[in-house]
């Protein structure tokens, strides 16, 4: 079916002046990638529509939410499919059925293109990124040609091993994934701790979260002030009294709280509690994500220069925020995936917000993400491209900061797969 326009989730997208909406992908949707007669390209893709990115003006959308929702879970091999319009809440709601867990991320409102840019978890110290539990991949090249993908072992051979790498992390240049089926988890019950921090409370428990279990995860958003949150899925009787001794040495403040959730679709969410005046509807914003390894002695530096790009923040609702990542993320070869930055224990991400319509305001936000990015970057020199921004000038920055010496392998990729350039460009 074709439609003249969809609600996203995301405000820049709703307010997009959009060609329209393609909600199937029939004969007649993959004639057009075929024969190259979408117009014009790239064709954007909505999965959950929570990034600016699934709407632009003047370009069609392919919105996979409404015709794309089953979801199937194998009580056997406890593995759960789903298709590429299925939610991050719904996936978890349906593996929790089965006492079984996914690592989604700091939001379950996302969808699938959470879990194709890797999925970063408060739950990836111990069970890997969202890319690292997928088993099969299926979907349509840009090129209009369909395939399933299984997960290659170490003597599969190499085309189907680097179109599997160039899927993992970077599918969102070279296919539309129609679903994917996945590895899950033991659910297991989740403590978790929120406190206000100042600047050097902050750099204290950043040098203390370097040295946690892999079950510890700490995440933080700097704005208006400092709030730092923390889970700890516990396996044993033994992990609930280190997760007790861990926060008994915490640094903390008078709003220090503590809770326990079923699963992690309930960890607090990442809250700027110093807006007051804000409309989020009429808030716009780009992010930029970063990525780097353990800053060890180099905290305080990189805390105070954070300090300095806060005190010049161009609205308040632009902030830097970070979570963790380490233990399982970093297990992994820099060969399987295009998550290339496998020696990450950070991923910082830096949001500029502006009024809807302040053009000055907008450029201001821009400005600053870009200033500090490059403040940031001797810390954190990886890019994480959760966010892709090809309207921007930055954007072959962040692509040459996100896969580095894998670029060019990966633009033969592309350019065997979206000849055309259907899909984003890279
Ligand atoms: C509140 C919030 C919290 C977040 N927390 C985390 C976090 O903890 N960890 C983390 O890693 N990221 C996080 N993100 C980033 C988020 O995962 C990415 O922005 C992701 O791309 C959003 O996917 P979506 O499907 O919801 O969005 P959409 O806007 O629908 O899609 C974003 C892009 O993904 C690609 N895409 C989507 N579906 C498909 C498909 N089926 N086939 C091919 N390409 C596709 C397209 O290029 C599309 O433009 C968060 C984002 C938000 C808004």
């Excluded at 600016?52 to 499919?81: P, Y």
């Excluded at 700091?106 to 999925?119: H, K, M, N, R, V």
């Excluded at 020199?381 to 900061?401: C, F, S």
Aim: glycine residues 8%; charged residues 20%.
């Amino acid at each position: 079916m074709l439609i003249k326009n969809s609600i996203f989730p995301n405000n820049q997208a709703q307010e997009k002046k959009i060609a329209g909406i393609y909600e199937d992908i029939n004969p007649g949707f993959i004639n057009l990638l075929r024969n190259d007669l979408v117009n014009p390209k790239p064709l954007m893709i909505c999965g959950g529509g929570t990034s600016s990115m699934c709407a632009a003006d003047g370009h069609w959308t392919l919105d996979l939410r409404r015709n794309f929702q089953e979801i199937k879970f194998d009580n056997v091999k406890k593995e759960i499919s789903i298709e590429g319009g299925v939610s991050m809440q719904r996936l978890i709601e349906k593996t929790s059925e089965f006492n079984r867990s996914f690592p989604i991320g700091l939001s379950a409102e996302t969808g699938i293109g959470y879990i194709l840019t890797g999925g970063i978890s408060p739950l990836s110290r111990k069970y890997g990124l969202a890319i690292d539990n997928i088993l099969e991949i299926s979907g349509i090249w840009g090129n209009g040609e369909k395939f399933k993908l299984f997960k290659p072992n170490e003597k599969g051979n190499k085309n189907e091993k680097l179109k599997w790498k160039g899927l993992c992390g970077a599918a969102p240049f070279l296919a539309i994934i129609t679903s994917l089926r996945l590895q899950t988890q033991q659910l297991k019950p989740i403590c978790g701790w929120e406190t206000s921090l100042s600047s050097s409370q902050l750099a204290e428990t950043i040098a203390m979260a370097e040295e946690w279990p892999n079950s510890a995860s700490l995440y933080w958003i700097w704005g208006n002030n400092i709030k730092a949150y923390g889970v700890y899925e516990l396996d044993t009787l033994e992990d609930f009294y280190t997760y007790q001794d861990l926060i008994n040495q915490i640094p903390k403040t008078n709003d220090f709280i503590t809770y326990n959730i079923e699963n992690i679709s309930r960890i607090r969410k990442l809250k700027d509690s110093g807006i007051i005046n804000k409309s989020l509807n009429t808030q716009h914003s780009e992010v930029l994500g970063l990525l780097g390894p353990k800053t060890n002695n180099k905290i305080s530096i990189m805390v105070k220069d954070i300090e300095k790009l806060i005190k010049s923040r161009p609205s308040e609702s632009s902030f830097i925020s970070s979570q963790q990542l380490g233990g399982l993320t970093m297990n992994k070869g820099i060969d399987s995936t295009s998550f290339i930055h496998r020696d990450s224990m950070w991923k910082p991400w830096i949001t500029g917000s502006w009024d809807s319509g302040d053009i000055q305001g907008r450029q201001i936000s821009l400005n600053w993400i870009e200033d500090s990015w490059e403040a940031l970057k001797s810390f954190f020199p990886g890019v994480h491209l959760a966010q892709m921004h090809p309207h921007l000038k930055w954007h072959r920055q962040e692509i040459n900061a996100a896969f580095k010496n894998w670029l060019p392998e990966l633009k033969v990729l592309k350019s065997n797969y979206d000849p055309k350039g259907i899909l984003p460009p890279l």
